[in-house]
């Protein structure tokens, strides 16, 4: 199957500052991210979508001004946490998905604390 | 809208015993059904699908899964596990005939293997 890579695997940072997280596709283009979110020991939610080119469409109650998304090509996408706050701590998960391949491949995950 | 509850939050077998890990599904379309594997520190592994065509799947490492539409039901099975098999499983439904689209996730079945 498809490789999706992210970046850092794991941050630490400080109230009030922001985090930037890395998504790539390595070996296939992905015209659709999608990023997800873990709390611990709980299932995947779906944060938003995000189509190389165009503004990401973010899943109810996510707030868009908090958690940037960036999706300037075909083999990368940036999701910024601004401002992040404690509970903001939790595990971010990017997939890229294709037409091609009908599915979506997803990164390891990059988990976020928040001091 | 469409969910999935998966019914155990931890199942434990002993290697070489069979597996069970039971999913039941709501949708008020025709559904398509995913089962994902979790590994730690790796991303989510897509072990079998199903999108309306042969309601018995066949998926990688042995897995299968059977959709029931009168049972609304989609459980995983492997007739003998291994300790390898040991991770985080979830069930997946999605609206549209593809992986590609939107996704919406179980809570997740840790499955324990012991020697």
């Known amino acids: 199957g498809a490789v999706v890579s992210q970046h850092p695997s794991w941050v630490i940072c400080k109230s009030g500052t922001s985090v930037k997280i890395e998504c790539r596709s390595l070996?296939?283009?992905?015209?659709?991210m999608f990023w997800y979110r873990q709390f611990p020991k709980q299932s995947l939610m779906l944060m938003a979508t995000?189509?190389?080119?165009?503004?990401?469409?973010?899943e109810q109650g996510v707030e868009k001004d908090k958690f940037l998304i960036n999706h300037a090509s075909l083999t990368l996408s940036t999701l910024t946490v601004t401002s992040a706050h404690p509970e903001d701590s939790s595990f971010y998960i990017c997939?890229?998905?294709?037409?091609?391949?009908?599915?979506?491949?997803f990164g390891p995950g990059t988990r976020l604390t928040v001091l | 809208a469409q969910s999935v509850t998966q019914l155990d939050s931890h199942v434990s077998v002993s290697e070489g015993t069979p597996v069970l890990l039971r999913c039941n599904y709501s949708?008020?379309?025709?559904?398509?059904l995913f089962w994902y594997v979790q590994h730690p520190n790796k991303g989510l592994q897509l072990l079998l699908k199903?999108?309306?065509?042969?309601?018995l799947v066949k998926g990688i490492n042995g897995f299968e899964a059977e959709f029931k539409k009168s049972e609304t039901s989609f459980h995983l099975t492997k007739p003998s596990a291994h300790m390898s098999d040991a991770a985080e499983y979830f069930c997946?439904?999605?609206?549209?005939?593809?992986?590609?689209?939107?996704?919406?996730f179980g809570t997740g079945t840790r499955l324990l293997v012991s020697p």
């Open positions: 995000s189509n190389e080119g165009s503004k990401a469409t973010y």
């Open positions: 070996d296939f283009q992905a015209t659709t």
């Open positions: 997939a890229g998905g294709d037409f091609a391949y009908n599915e979506q491949f």
């Open positions: 949708s008020s379309y025709s559904p398509s």
């Open positions: 997946v439904v999605s609206k549209s005939g593809t992986g590609f689209q939107k996704l919406v």
């Open positions: 199903y999108t309306s065509a042969a309601t």
